[in-house]
């Protein structure tokens, strides 16, 4: 064996893949018992290998589980024959008899001769064995396979690389849960998005994309990493464009202040691909947290409309008084007066100039409003307050669009804690 190119060949795998070389030669050392197993033991049993990257050296082990009649299910045969030390299906002439067995045992592994040793003859071979114990049993060393045995060699070796590559990936994404990735639009299946994310691939699903957005494979994008599928075959990393998540993570890399600490955002509404509004609010006093959204000329606040393809972004200043807030809230529109009524519902009333931008387009506006406050929001008119206007009235539904509030990184008041409001408050104008 040319140890000095096996040798180099692994640490070559070790860069390439970002695996460590332990895990490589672990994979090595498996693929060489399962070529013993295949050539020179029986299926059932439990082979481990050693190799001496150094000197060659290999030494070969069978594995046994120590039981007794409580951990394990007796087969259906009249007598258990018992293995003899060092002898494969060799017997002792010690039995156990089925009937010894209770009905409530089913549920337990079956008894298998090639990897179970009963506990009496356990103690013959180790003193201090006890129940779930392993015992090693040495094998025969030998270094002659056949072709069957080397190609299942190559194929243990390939998945257990597979295997540690798979675990590498995982533990570089799972600390990137809720960040923003850039990635490559690879193909399409059933109507999902797979990414190529360097040394892995994503998947965003077609609930996760921006109603509207067309995606061209070769498209660069970027995504916020929802969550890590652990139990797949391959790496789930899960991708989304149109959590809330994503607009703070996009104002977090064109925004400075957000990235700092020193402006934050409270509340987030999104309707993806159509209109988005958050609540943004200033940990210093000298900095206007909706300023520095916008950024001059608006350079902030376009650069994250131009990724979301043009959806329109309402930046508003959040407040601790819910009459201001829900006054801010109906952005663009300028209200008049806001009256506080019980169960978390709220009247407002606003100029017939300004009836038309307050509601939005079927509703839209004062919808994600209510959505953004948490409040069930009533727009009418100054002039005629005893009507009720057509689509103005809105109540958060949050929960079922997923939209409202974001877990990690935005923090909202629930309707307990808000303070207690005056029952009238005439808006600024500004």
Same mark, same amino acid.
């Given at each position: 064996?040319?140890?000095? /190119? ?19 030669? +672990? ?27 150094? =000197?060659?050296?290999?030494? *070969? ?35 156990? #008899? ?8 089913? #549920? ?7 990897? @179970?040793?009963? *506990? #009496? ?21 030998? #270094?002659?396979?056949? $072709? ?24 570089? *994404?799972? /600390? $990137? ?10 193909? *399409? ?11 892995? =691939?994503?998947? !965003?699903?077609?609930? +996760? ?64 691909? %159509? ?26 606040? !376009?650069?994250? %409309? ?10 508003? &200043? ?9 006054? /801010? ?14 169960? /978390? ?21 004062? $919808? ?12 009418? %008119?100054?002039? @005629? ?5 057509? +689509? ?14 974001? +877990? ?8 307990? &804690? ?8 005439? %808006?600024?104008?500004?």
């Amino acid at each position: 064996m040319d140890l000095k /190119n096996l040798r180099r060949a692994i640490e070559q795998i070790s860069q390439e893949k970002s695996i460590p070389a332990e895990r490589i030669l +672990e994979a090595i050392e498996s693929s060489i018992a399962a070529a013993y197993k295949k050539e020179y033991e029986k299926r059932g049993e439990i082979v481990k290998a050693k190799f001496d990257v150094r =000197t060659g050296a290999l030494k *070969f082990w069978q594995i046994k589980t120590v039981v007794d009649k409580t951990t394990v299910r007796i087969p259906d045969e009249e007598e258990v024959p018992v293995l003899a030390e060092g002898e494969a299906g060799a017997t002792t002439g010690k039995h156990i #008899d089925k009937e010894e067995v209770h009905a409530e045992d089913d #549920d337990l592994p079956r008894y298998n001769a090639d990897r @179970h040793i009963f *506990f #009496d003859e356990a103690k013959k071979h180790k003193k201090t064995a006890v129940l779930g114990d392993e015992l090693e049993f040495p094998l025969e060393t030998h #270094d002659d396979f056949g $072709r069957i045995a080397a190609q299942t060699a190559k194929q243990v070796v390939l998945q257990k690389i597979r295997e540690a590559e798979r675990e590498s990936v995982l533990n570089e *994404f799972k /600390n $990137r849960e809720g960040e923003i990735v850039s990635g490559l639009v690879q193909r *399409f299946e059933r109507g999902n998005v797979m990414v190529e994310l360097g040394r892995a =691939t994503g998947i !965003m699903f077609q609930n +996760e994309s921006v109603p509207g957005e067309h995606y061209k494979a070769g498209d660069r994008l970027k995504f916020v990493v929802l969550s890590i599928q652990e139990g797949s075959r391959v790496p789930g990393i899960i991708l989304s464009r149109s959590h809330p998540s994503f607009i703070s993570k996009l104002f977090a890399l064109e925004v400075p202040e957000i990235a700092e600490g020193t402006v934050g955002i409270k509340a987030i509404a999104r309707e993806p691909g %159509s209109r988005t509004k958050i609540a943004v609010a200033s940990e210093v006093e000298t900095i206007d947290p909706v300023g520095a959204c916008v950024g001059q000329r608006g350079t902030r606040v !376009m650069a994250v %409309s131009n990724e979301l393809g043009q959806e329109k972004i309402d930046i508003i &200043e959040w407040s601790e008084d819910p009459a201001v807030f829900i006054s /801010n809230s109906l952005s663009p529109a300028k209200v008049r007066r806001v009256e506080i009524l019980p169960k /978390n519902e709220v009247q407002t009333f606003i100029d017939d100039d300004q009836l038309s931008l307050a509601i939005g387009e079927g509703g839209q506006n004062v $919808r994600l409003a209510a959505r953004l406050t948490g409040w069930k929001i009533d727009v009418r %008119s100054a002039t @005629h307050p005893e009507e009720t206007q057509a +689509e103005g009235v809105a109540t958060d539904v949050a929960s079922e669009t997923r939209g409202a509030s974001l +877990e990690s990184e935005v923090e909202t008041d629930t309707p307990e &804690e808000k303070p207690e409001p005056k029952t009238e408050k005439e %808006s600024d104008d500004k």
